[in-house]
T-cell receptor, first 114, second 112 residues
Framework: GAGVSQSPSNKVTEKGKDVELRCDPI?????LYWYRQSLGQGLEFLIYFQGNSAPDKSGLPSDRFSAERTGGSVSTLTIQRTQQEDSAVYLC????????????FGPGTRLTVL | AQSVTQLDSHVSVSEGTPVLLRCNYS??????LFWYVQHPNKGLQLLLKYTSAATLVKGINGFEAEFKKSETSFHLTKPSAHMSDAAEYFCVVSEWAGKSTFGDGTTLTVKP
């Protein structure tokens, strides 16, 4: 079946504008994750959804960042009033949940804030 | 709290020689450990995982890793490097559902 897809693949925006990034997880996966990867850096955890439970938002860097997951499937990460330091690759992953199951990653969205 | 340290930011080997990428972890529980690989301009792919079964784990492309609880290590090895192994490698620890911590990554360069 299809893997995790993300759109857009690239996004260039001006400082102060809002952006929305979309993630379509693998069908049947109950868990969905968002990460941020800055140039030459590891992955920074942002937020985690598991089924109908309240999301773990502990990794969101500021209140400009928010995410939702509709119908237990598609997720949207929203960044309001973008700043230049928000420039990074935003990665989405999905899994069957739990500690032992691996995550399947999408190709990412490269965000550039001018 | 969980954490992971990849001891080398860059490793360079010659084609056909062994590969060793080092990873130490810290965890209050019995964690699951993973290695992922990221080739240039490609997505992250799972190499192998440890989830409390056999301590020596075999993965794809000839890679393997050994979980050593006494040393809190999960080093990644391969007997003979190929040019196609050149990539970024991430060690990951997970002790809570949803709370995976990634290392900073090790860039592997393979020289002909």
């Amino acid at each position: 079946g299809a893997g995790v897809s993300q759109s857009p693949s690239n996004k260039v925006t001006e400082k102060g504008k809002d952006v929305e990034l979309r993630c379509d997880p693998i069908s049947g996966h109950t868990a969905l994750y968002w990460y941020r990867q800055s140039l030459g850096q590891g992955l920074e955890f942002l937020i985690y959804f598991q089924g109908n439970s309240a999301p773990d938002k502990s990794g969101l860097p500021s209140d400009r960042f928010s995410a939702e997951r509709t119908g237990g499937s598609v997720s949207t990460l929203t960044i309001q009033r973008t700043q230049q330091e928000d420039s990074a690759v935003y990665l989405c992953a999905s899994s069957f949940g739990g500690v032992r199951n691996e995550q399947f990653f999408g190709p990412g969205t490269r965000l550039t804030v001018l | 709290a969980q954490s992971v340290t990849q001891l080398d930011s860059h490793v360079s080997v010659s084609e056909g020689t062994p590969v060793l990428l080092r990873c130490n972890y810290s965890s209050s529980y019995s964690p699951s450990l993973f290695w992922y690989v990221q080739h240039p301009n490609k997505g992250l792919q799972l190499l192998l995982k440890y989830t409390s079964a056999a301590t020596l784990v075999k993965g794809i492309n000839g890679f393997e890793a050994e979980f050593k609880k006494s040393e809190t290590s999960f080093h990644l090895t391969k007997p003979s490097a190929h040019m196609s192994d050149a990539a970024e490698y991430f060690c990951v620890v997970s002790e809570w559902a949803g709370k995976s911590t990634f290392g900073d990554g090790t860039t592997l360069t393979v020289k002909p």
